[in-house]
């Protein structure tokens, strides 16, 4: 079992930046890859990032790549979603996701998620 647990949402302005953290515990965080997802208002979940479990290899959304960039501390058991150059788009609510998988933008290949946190950006 995984326990995930986001911080790191509130509102801010069109252009600004956020970070978003990803607290895990229970077992071995270092063995999972993680991604983020998102829910914008009325749309469903959509990919937005992931990194794996060894190497950090990451990928991205194409909505979101070059503005967006993961990591992750496995010192803490802490993944972040470092979020630049935010537009009303972005709008969500921002999951993180934990699953034994090879890189996957499929929600379904993760079988561990946090609550969610909001993230609003006004224009």
């Known amino acids: 079992q995984v326990q995930l647990v986001e911080s790191g949402g509130g509102l801010v302005q069109a252009g600004g930046s956020l970070r978003l953290s990803c607290a895990a515990s229970g077992r071995t965080f270092s063995q999972y890859s993680m991604a983020w997802f998102r829910q914008p208002p009325g749309k469903e979940r959509e990919f937005v990032g992931y990194i794996s479990w060894v190497g950090g290899r990451t990928y991205y959304a194409d909505s979101v790549k070059g503005r967006f960039s993961i990591s992750r501390d496995n010192a803490k058991d802490t993944v972040y979603l470092q979020m630049n150059s935010l537009n009303p788009e972005d709008t969500a609510v921002y999951y993180c996701?934990?699953?034994?998988?090879?890189?996957?933008?499929?929600?379904?290949?993760?079988?561990?998620w946090g609550q969610g946190t909001q993230v609003t950006v006004s224009s």
């Open positions: 996701a934990a699953g034994l998988t090879c890189f996957s933008d499929s929600p379904r290949s993760y079988r561990y």
